[in-house]
Nanobody, 122 residues
């Protein structure tokens, strides 16, 4: 079955950086766009960044543009999220998810990871 396993979360000071990774298995990764979501306590889950099947097209929520970069290595079955200049409002559980097809779309993902916690605090 499909497995998405996130790693790389942790505690970082404001202004710091983290790189999240998502190891995928059980699917042809190059058939699917991939998205990172996050959910903070008391808030709805939001899509942060999405990357199409080839990696040539990416989209970001406005609040992370210029600070976060999503990337993928289909051969390694790996999706990453580089997060720079982190702020306390970026603190959340971050989830990796597989879209339903090769392009980012406004549809519920087909598979989810278990999440990794990001804490931003001095």
């Amino acid at each position: 079955q499909v497995q998405l396993v996130e790693s790389g979360g942790g505690l970082v000071q404001p202004g710091g950086s983290l790189r999240l990774s998502c190891a995928a298995s059980g699917l042809r990764l190059d058939y699917y766009a991939m998205r990172w979501f996050r959910q903070a306590p008391g808030r709805e889950r939001e899509g942060v960044a999405c990357i199409n099947f080839s990696g040539l097209t990416t989209t970001y929520v406005d609040s992370v543009k210029g600070r976060f970069t999503i990337s993928r290595d289909n051969a390694a079955y790996l999706i990453q999220l580089q997060m720079n200049n982190l702020a306390p409002e970026d603190a959340a559980v971050y989830y990796c998810a597989a879209e339903t097809g090769p392009r980012c779309a406004a549809q519920p993902p087909s598979a989810w990871g278990q999440g990794t916690q990001v804490t931003v605090s001095s």
